[in-house]
């Protein structure tokens, strides 16, 4: 069964020692292409997605200004971020949004570099990775004025939130996508909105290095044990997994690669 990481940075140095080991058994284990999030250590880098969609066949890549180095981003690293997204392979704009959990940046500054990576996404008719955390309703506010009049679709990366948070997001014309996090035990929210959320708006993913599913949790995270994380997404949503597998890689394909 062919699966697809929607969101992963295997750029981090964390694999360093054996990124063509951890690729290999990603193929092997039939996670058949990965979407190289493009964030880094931060502006002035911006490349750092497309540096391995550039050396691996099976990457793609994104491009953005992660919300805890929006402080860092100055003018000339957006104007920069119109002329990446030409590059063949460069599928989205993300991962991009709010993070009040860690506030690295302050909100203020998160908000404005959003707005502004959300203009540059809809110029080029990109769809947008979002990551929000503790930050729900300015995120969905955000998008609903600067985003949903647009028309244009996107991903709530490593989604965290409930059937309400799932509902509204769906409501938005985005997908969800499900990552380690829906193999916790204690993730019940998570699991609800899982159970209800329709069949051609769902990805998985692994946001390795981080979030590692259950059995591996705590453990760095790789994309080969995304199968762990469809498996529990299948059986929350009663449906055999060769059907999620082929549902989520459709998905992927009809948002990412037309
Ligand atoms: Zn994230
Ligand atoms: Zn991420």
Known sequence: M???????????????????????????????????????????????????????????????IHPHDAAKAAPADLERLTGLLQHPKVIAV????????????????????????????????????????????????????????NGLSGIMHCFSGGPLEAQRALDLGFYLSFGGIVTFPKAVEVHSAARQAPRDRILVETDAPYLAPVPKRGKRNEPALMI?????????????YDDLCRATTENFRRLLLN
Not at 97 to 105: A, E, K, N, T
Not at 228 to 238: P, Y
């Open 228 to 240: 762990h994380t469809a498996r529990r997404l299948a059986g929350l949503r009663g449906e055999p």
């Open 94 to 149: 993300g991962e991009i949004g709010l993070d009040y959990h860690y506030d690295f940046s302050p909100r203020d500054v998160q908000h404005s570099i959003f707005i502004e990576q959300m203009a540059i996404a809809a110029a080029a008719k990109k769809p947008i990775v979002i990551h929000t955390r503790e930050a729900w309703e300015d995120t969905l506010a955000l998008i609903e004025q600067y985003w949903k009049p």
């Open 2 to 64: 062919s699966l697809v990481d929607s969101h992963c940075h295997l750029d981090s140095p964390e694999f360093d020692p054996d990124r063509e080991a951890v690729i290999e058994r990603a193929l092997e284990a039939g996670v058949e292409q990965m979407v190289a999030i493009g964030t880094g250590t931060g502006p002035p880098d911006l490349e750092a997605g497309i540096r391995l969609a550039d050396k691996y066949p099976p990457f793609y890549a994104t491009v953005g």
